[in-house]
């Protein structure tokens, strides 16, 4: 792959990868702990899954617009306008005094990034098509390499200064954001060809009516965005309180549970670096080998140990990240350039969607039984195995 670099470190790609890996600083220092900082600011686990759900019902409805804009006033200024509201409420993650206000600032935070279209149709937009796949995979995973080594440092401000400590972590996060703004401004090249100086109000309401086109959409891209709803119905109940689980339950501190992400990643890069060399000849194998992953770990999950903890969270990380660059490369195939905000915006609807039902589902199932972790991602995953097996015919949008 080595004479291929030119394509992903290069011009927009490039720039992307640059300013997604200062993006892992901040964010593998603070999102471990996310749930940990509600529950200390009093929240338990069904105000900690409706916070998830919330802030995803309203990234939701801001990403509708959000794939509109992204065919309008062009990909780098969705981006560029993005990044500078995710920067400012990126400060006032530092200051919640409740779990209330900091659900409502989460909110603002996840509504800020709107901008989520753009980023994946300027990388499609940069690449020639038979570099999407690894294109899509090493954008995921080269940025992820701060997760190898800084989770523990978040670990420790907790274990030593308790609530302070989470507030620094959260700073310097913000800190982090304001160099990626910075950054994205003055260096992001438009890919579109035709761009609108301004939108109107009316134009950007208009823009919901493109759920309507869900009705009419081809049966093989409406099977994509189905397997995205599931999928990250499945992934939500590790994203949100698996640390809960593993500092409560198991008993184990903050630090060692940094050290237990940082694990789980560096396994996660290790696997899918490997992969990235043959991801373009075996993409069409990716759905099926990643669920086939997820289901492995999550049985592996409910042996209630913490080494199968440990393989759970690698496994459900490599079967997500093998079955979105799938799933990610199959859009781009089938929807046209001009359409291609479109129908990045569609798919990141159902992602969040699901992540918004997933969100409340695993807090509501999480008091029932804890059980419910490794229950929820096995069953859809079963579910998702079987509708990919369905023969479907491929038809352009």
């Known amino acids: 792959m080595g004479r291929n670099a030119k394509y992903y470190i290069s011009g927009n790609v ?4 640059l300013t997604w890996l200062l993006y892992a600083i901040g964010n593998s220092i603070t999102m471990p702990y996310l749930s940990i900082y509600m529950k200390m600011l009093g929240a338990n686990a069904i105000d900690i899954g409706m916070t998830y759900s919330v802030a995803m019902t309203v990234q939701l409805l801001a990403i509708i617009p959000g794939g509109y804009l ?4 062009g990909r780098r200024r969705s981006i ?4 500078w509201i995710v920067t400012a409420t990126s400060f006032l993650m530092v200051i919640p005094p409740n779990w209330q206000a900091l659900m409502i600032i989460y909110a603002l935070n996840s509504a800020a990034a709107y901008y989520q279209p753009a980023l994946l149709a300027l990388i499609l937009d940069s690449l020639p098509p038979s570099r999407y796949a690894s294109g899509i995979l090493i954008t995921s995973v080269i940025p992820q390499i701060p997760w190898l080594i800084l989770p523990p440092l978040g670990g420790s401000l907790i274990n030593k200064y308790g609530l302070l400590g989470i507030r620094i972590a959260y700073l310097v996060s913000a800190v982090v954001s304001l160099i990626v703004a910075l950054i994205r401004q003055y260096t992001i090249k438009e890919t579109l060809n035709s761009t609108k100086s301004s939108v109107s109000f009316k134009e950007v309401l208009r823009s919901y009516y493109l759920l309507r086109s869900i009705t ?4 093989d891209l409406l ?3 189905v ?4 999928l990250f119905i499945a992934l939500m109940p590790m994203n949100t309180l698996l640390p809960i689980y593993v500092v409560y339950r198991l008993k184990l501190n903050t630090v060692y549970w940094g050290y237990l992400v940082s694990l789980s990643y560096a396994a996660y890069i290790m696997i899918n670096v490997l992969l990235a060399f043959y991801v373009d000849k075996l993409r069409n194998k990716l759905v099926l080998w990643g669920t086939t992953t997820i289901v492995i770990g999550s049985i592996l999950g409910l042996l209630d140990r913490l080494v199968s903890i440990i393989i759970y969270l690698v496994l459900l990380q490599v079967g997500s990240q093998l079955m979105m660059t799938a799933l990610q490369s199959r859009v781009g195939d089938l929807v046209s350039v001009d359409r291609r905000g479109h129908g990045i915006g569609l798919m990141i609807i159902f992602q969040l969607l699901g992540q918004a039902i997933g969100s409340y589902l695993s807090g509501t199932l999480y008091r029932l039984t804890t059980a419910s972790l490794f229950l929820i991602p096995l069953t859809l995953a079963i579910i998702i195995l079987t509708l990919n097996l369905i023969p479907g015919r491929s038809r352009n949008k």
């Open 227 to 230: 397997m995205t709803l599931m």
């Open 223 to 225: 099977r994509i965005y």
């Open 80 to 83: 560029v306008i993005g990044t």
């Open 14 to 17: 490039g720039i992307l990868l």
């Open 70 to 73: 992204t065919d309008t006033i």
């Open 216 to 219: 009419d959409l081809p049966k």
